[in-house]
């Protein structure tokens, strides 16, 4: 059974980092393309970051600077470096597979439980 | 890169059928057949529930039916059921491949 399970989340203190890490199984992982996708409290989705197949990086503009994502196929696991933390941030992750190699399908075919970060003051 | 437009609610009685609308613009609902729907019930991973515009993932209902005009893309849901109650989704590619979400849709049976 597929399955993608997110961990790192918590409470940090503005201005501070995480790494979030989303760890895959059930499929062949080095063969899809991921992405990052968030819901702060009471909002909606909001896709923040993708990875292609070959390591290539794509942020939306909210996720361009202080995101970085990245994968390890020798571990399947995908990751999310969030720098200098905003009350913004504060919302559920949610790391999801591809239907393709490439973030270009519109389709987020699968989805992790997600992990909570709370930035706090 | 501007969150899609969605209705905030819809409701409808068991057995009806829904309509949830998806309004974007010509860069990325208008421009590309590349169109999902996610079913969300709170505190649990969202579902896809049909891609590029009116396609059905392995395992979805086919009371669940989508559509596109124009900037416009449309879920239907028909054959209202109880467990259907949930927020919906609209994603869109929006080229440079990055993608876009709606605002989302609570869903309520009546």
């Known amino acids: 059974e597929e399955q993608l399970v997110e961990s790192g989340g918590g409470l940090v203190q503005r201005g501070g980092s995480l790494r979030l890490s989303c760890a895959g199984s059930g499929f062949s992982f080095s063969g899809y393309a991921m992405s990052w996708v968030r819901q702060a409290p009471g909002k909606g989705l909001e896709w923040i970051s993708g990875?292609?197949?070959?390591?290539?990086?794509y942020y939306a503009d909210s996720g361009k600077g202080r995101f970085t994502i990245s994968r390890d196929n020798s571990k399947n696991t995908l990751y999310l470096q969030i720098n200098s933390l905003r009350a913004e941030d504060t919302a559920v992750y949610y790391c999801?597979?591809?239907?393709?190699?490439?973030?270009?399908?519109?389709?987020?075919?699968?989805w992790g439980q997600g992990t909570q970060v709370t930035v706090s003051s | 890169q501007s969150a899609l437009t969605q209705p905030a609610s819809v409701s409808g009685s068991p057995g009806q059928s829904i309509t949830i609308s998806c309004t974007g613009t010509?860069?990325?609902?208008?421009?590309?057949?590349?169109v999902s729907w996610y079913q969300h019930h709170p505190g649990k991973a969202p579902k896809v529930m049909i891609y590029e515009v009116s396609k059905w993932p392995s395992g979805v209902s086919n009371r669940f039916s989508g559509s596109k005009s124009g900037n416009t893309a449309s879920l239907t849901i028909s054959g209202l059921q109880a467990e259907d109650e949930a927020d919906y989704y609209c994603?869109?590619?929006?080229?440079?491949?990055?993608?876009?979400f709606g605002t989302g849709t609570k869903v309520t049976v009546l």
């Open positions: 994603c869109s590619y929006a080229g440079s491949h990055t993608y876009v």
């Open positions: 990875i292609n197949v070959r390591g290539n990086t």
């Open positions: 010509s860069s990325d609902v208008g421009a590309f057949n590349l």
């Open positions: 999801g597979r591809d239907r393709g190699a490439d973030v270009d399908t519109g389709m987020v075919y699968s």
